[in-house]
C-alpha cells in the first residue's frame, strides 16, 4: 500500500468539506440533547471544528458512544464533547462535556451533517451532456458529464444527475432528487429527495415470458416503476418495471446494494431491503418490514406490517404483522434456533461421540 | 408521492406507443384463440383499444386471467373480451366476449405486444458514438450516444445498441440484437435477437488465478462467451470469458437480474436462471434446466435436462435429469419438506411443550 | 447460433494477441519447470506456437494437466509439450515433451502469459474524456473514451482507466492500476496494480441511517476504500466507502463479481471472496480468509487467519482462526454434514419408509 494515505480519522480533507466550528449551544440544538459542562474545565471557546472516534478524537472534536460494546473508550477519551444515552453520562471524562440524549445515534447523525453538509446542486447541464430538445430540466438542476436525458423527461428544481447517467423517456423526478453515476432510469416516476446510487437500474423490462411453440416468447411489461419521496437505492441494484400494473417502493424507504426487486412488487413506507436480498413478482410489503441481506421472498405473497425477515431467510409464503422470522423455508427466530440445538444434540448422540462439540461459527 | 402521477393501469402513454385498433377476430388470430361472443350484446365494432388487468378493463380494452386465484375479479370485470382457459369461459361474463385457448398467457402476451410492438431500430450512429475505423456496423443498426465500438467489432443489421454500451474489439452481434445502456461485450460472440438489459457485464476475465511464491497470480483468461440466439440477460448481472474453453449461454436461455456466470460454464437450449442465482466455473447445464432465484451451483459438476432447482438452493453433485430439489445442500424437494416437518416435530417434542407450535412462513 | 463461429480452442486471434514462438528451454525457464524431452523424438526446432487444452493441443502447443478427472485425455494428448505434476510425469506420451513442476497451475498459468501478454498501456488521454484541470494524470497512463475524472484525482504511470470510468475528485490511483469500463471510484485510495473489472461502484455512501421523528435520516459517511496493493475486484461488486474509520481491502486480496463489501469493513492480506458474498459493516477478516460464493457475514465480528467459509455459509458470529465452516448458521464442515446424514435418517425412520431414499444432490 502507498505508505504516504496513512490518513486517520473520518473526512480526509481531500474527500470531504467541512463547516465550522460550532459552539456547545449550537452543537447542542441541532443535536437536540442536554448539555452538561465538564466536571473539570470549560469547553473551548473557540468552538468545536470536527468529529472524530473516540480513541481519535481530541479536545476540540465532537465525538460519541452508540454501541456499547465501545464503553470502555469512553472513559479514555481526549474528546472536548461526546454524545451518550443517559446510562453512560456519568462514565464521561471530566474533562469532557457531554451532549446527554435519549437518541444519540440520531444526534450524531445530525451534528456529522453539521460539520459536513450536503454539497448542493451546481445548476447547469455539461456541455457533454445530451438532452433531448423536448425535455423539462430546471434551470437549479445540475446535470453531469455524459448524461443522457431523453424526450419529454422530467427533471426537478435541485436534482443532481450524476455522470453517465441515463433519464429515458418520459420520466419524471420531482425535486432534489440525487441520481448516482452509471444509473439507469426508464418508465420511473420518482417523488421528492430520491437518491440513488450508482450503477443501479431502474424500470427495465421484468422476467416475463411465455412458453411458446417455438421456445419461450417475452411477456411486454406495460407497467412504471414509482418510487416515492424520500426513497434511497443503494448502488448496483435493480428494480423492474411492472408487467401490468406498477412497481412501488414507498416513502422513506432505504434498499442496500446489489437488491433485486421483481415486477409489480410493492413496498410500503419505510421499509428496510439489506445487500444482495431479493423480492420476487407481485410480492407485498406493508409498511415497516425489515428484509435482512441475502434473504428472498417468493412471489405473489404478502408481509405484514413491521415484520422483520432474518438474514439468508427464504420465504415462501405470506408472513404476519409484527413477525421476526429466518431460516429456510421461513420460521419464527425462536423455532429457528431450536431446531439447531435439537438437531445438533440428536447428531451427537447418534454419532456416539462428542468430540466434535465446538464450534466458534 | 407526487399526486399527480396515480396513473392506474397499464401503458402509460408517457412511457408506451400504442398501435390499434384492433377487432376482435384479428386478436382471436393473434392470439391463437377461439372467439366465443358475449351471452348479451356485441363486440364493439369499433375494435379494442388496448390492454388492462380485470379489474380496471373497460368495454373497449382486452384483460385475462391466468392466475386461478384471481378468479373472482372474472365475474366482474368490465372488460369487453377476456383471454381465458376453457375452464373459465363458463364465468365469463355476460357482456364480455371471450379468447378461449389452453394457452391464455402466451395468447395474452402476442395480443399485448400487438398493441404495443417493440420500437425498431432507428438507423443511424449517434454523433457523440466513439467507433472504431475497422469496426463494421451495419447501416440499419442504431448506435446510441456514448457508445464505444472496439476495432474490428461486428454489428449486424437492425442492432440496437444503447446508450454508453461498449461493444469490446473484435466482439461479433449477429442481427436484431439489443443490447442495453451501460452494457460491457468484450471477448464474445452474440447470436440473433440476443437481448441484454442495462449494465450487465459480458465476458471479462474469470475469476482465475494461482497461488505463487509473492501471493496469488492471474491465470490468463483466454476463452469467449458465446451468446446463442434468441438468449436475454437481465440487468447487472455478469458471465465471464472462459479461461481455456468458452463460456457458453444456449440458444433460448433467459436469464434474470444479478446473475453470475462462471468461467467455462456451458447452458443448453431455453435454460432459465432467475436472479441472483450463480453458476461456478466448468458446470454444465443441458436442456431446459431452471435455476430458482438465489441458487448456487459449484463448479465442475452437471444438472441434467429439465432439472428443477429450486431457489436458495445449494447444489454440490451432479443433479439427474428431470430431478427437482431444494435444500442446501440440494435433495429432492419430497425429501426437503419431510425433514422440515420432521425436525419440526423432533425439536418441540424436545422442549417438551408446543407453545411456538403456530408460524406463517 | 451463427454456425460460422465454431472457432474451437483458446486464444481467438479476434480477441487475443500472441506473442513466441518460443523455445522449451525458454519455456521451462518460465514455468520454473524441469524440461524432459520427449521419449521417442525431439521438441519442434521452431519452438512452440501456443497453449491448448490436451484434447485440442497439436505438436506446437504446449498443454498441461491440473485437475486428476482429465487424467486420461492426457495419454491420448497430441500436444508437443505438455506441463504436469511429478505424479503424472510418466502418463506423457512417448512423442510429447514434459514440463514437470509441483506448482503445474502456476506454471501453465506463467506460460500462457508468455505466449498472451497483458497490453499495456497506450499513453495518452482520449480526446472526449472530461478531465477537471486541477486532476493529475502521469503521462503515460492511459485516459478511455468518456472518462470523468475529478478535482484533485491523481492517476500514477502505466495505469488504465476504461472508458465511462468515473475517478470522483480527490481520488488517488499509484501506478499501473487497471480500471474497467464503468466503474466509479470515489473516495478511495488505491494502492499499485489494483485491478477492477467493469461496473464495480467503489466509495459511494454505506448504508447508515437513523431513526429520526420523520422517518430515517441518511448518518454522514465521512470515511474512505483503501484497496492496498495487488488487490482486484471482479465485475458489478460493490464497496461502500467508511462511516467513521476506512473500509480497507489488503494487498493481494481477490473479490469475484457481484460481492458486498459494507461500510468500515477491514479485510487482511490474500483474503478471497468469491461471487454474491457478502460482508456486512465493520467485520474484520484476518490474512488469508477464504469466503465461497453467496456466503454472507453479520456485522462486527472478526474472522480468524486462513478460516474457509463455506458456500451459502450464514456466519452469525466470530470464527477462530484456520476454521472450516459452512451451513446457515455456520458451523464446522463435519458437524454440518453430520447434521445432514442425521437429519436424513431420523426423518426416513419417522416416515416409516424408504421409497425416497435415493437422490442425487
Known amino acids: 500500500m502507498a505508505e504516504g494515505t496513512t490518513f486517520s480519522g473520518p473526512a480526509d480533507p481531500r474527500f470531504f468539506t467541512r463547516a465550522g466550528p460550532f459552539d456547545a449551544a449550537t452543537l447542542a440544538e441541532t443535536a437536540g440533547a442536554e448539555l452538561v459542562l465538564p466536571k473539570a474545565g470549560a469547553v473551548p471557546e473557540e468552538g468545536f471544528v470536527g468529529i472524530a472516534p473516540l480513541q481519535a478524537a481530541g479536545p476540540r472534536d465532537v465525538s460519541f458512544l452508540d454501541n456499547r460494546r465501545y464503553a470502555p473508550l469512553l472513559e479514555q477519551t481526549k474528546a472536548g464533547l461526546v454524545i451518550v444515552a443517559p446510562a453512560f453520562a456519568d462514565k464521561v471524562p471530566a474533562g469532557c462535556a457531554a451532549l446527554v440524549t435519549g437518541t444519540p445515534y440520531l444526534a450524531w447523525s445530525r451534528v456529522a451533517r453539521l460539520f459536513h453538509p450536503r454539497v448542493p446542486a451546481r445548476a447547469g447541464v455539461h456541455p457533454s451532456a445530451c438532452i433531448d430538445p423536448t425535455a423539462s430540466i430546471d434551470p437549479t438542476a445540475e446535470i453531469g458529464p455524459f448524461v443522457v436525458v431523453g424526450a419529454k423527461a ?22 432534489d432528487c440525487r441520481i448516482g453515476s452509471h444509473v439507469t432510469l426508464s418508465h420511473a416516476v420518482l417523488g421528492e429527495r430520491v437518491i440513488i446510487l450508482p450503477g443501479s437500474r431502474i424500470g427495465q423490462d421484468g422476467f416475463g415470458f ?7 416468447e417475452t411477456v411486454p411489461q406495460l407497467g412504471r416503476v414509482v418510487l416515492e419521496n424520500d426513497v434511497e437505492i443503494g448502488a448496483n441494484s435493480t428494480i423492474d418495471r411492472g408487467s401490468v400494473n406498477d412497481t412501488v417502493i414507498g416513502a422513506g424507504s432505504r434498499l442496500d446494494n446489489l437488491v433485486q426487486i421483481g415486477h409489480n412488487a410493492r413496498l410500503g413506507r419505510c421499509c428496510i431491503v439489506v445487500s444482495q436480498a431479493g423480492i420476487s413478482g407481485s410480492t407485498v410489503l406493508e409498511d415497516y418490514v425489515t428484509i435482512a441481506a441475502q434473504a428472498g421472498l417468493i412471489g405473489h405473497i404478502r408481509i405484514g406490517a413491521k415484520a422483520r425477515i432474518g438474514a439468508q431467510c427464504g420465504v415462501m409464503s405470506d408472513i404476519e404483522g409484527g413477525a421476526d422470522v429466518i431460516g429456510s423455508p421461513a ?21 456416539g461421540s462428542a468430540k466434535n462439540g465446538s464450534d466458534k461459527g
Open 210 to 216: 411465455a412458453v411458446g411453440p417455438q421456445g419461450f
Open 154 to 175: 422530467e427533471i426537478g428544481p435541485g436534482c443532481i444527475i450524476g455522470s453517465h447517467a441515463v433519464v429515458g423517456d418520459g420520466v419524471q423526478l420531482a425535486q
Open 331 to 351: 420460521m419464527p427466530f425462536r423455532e429457528f434456533f431450536r431446531n439447531v440445538a435439537v438437531l445438533r444434540k440428536l447428531a451427537k448422540k447418534a454419532s
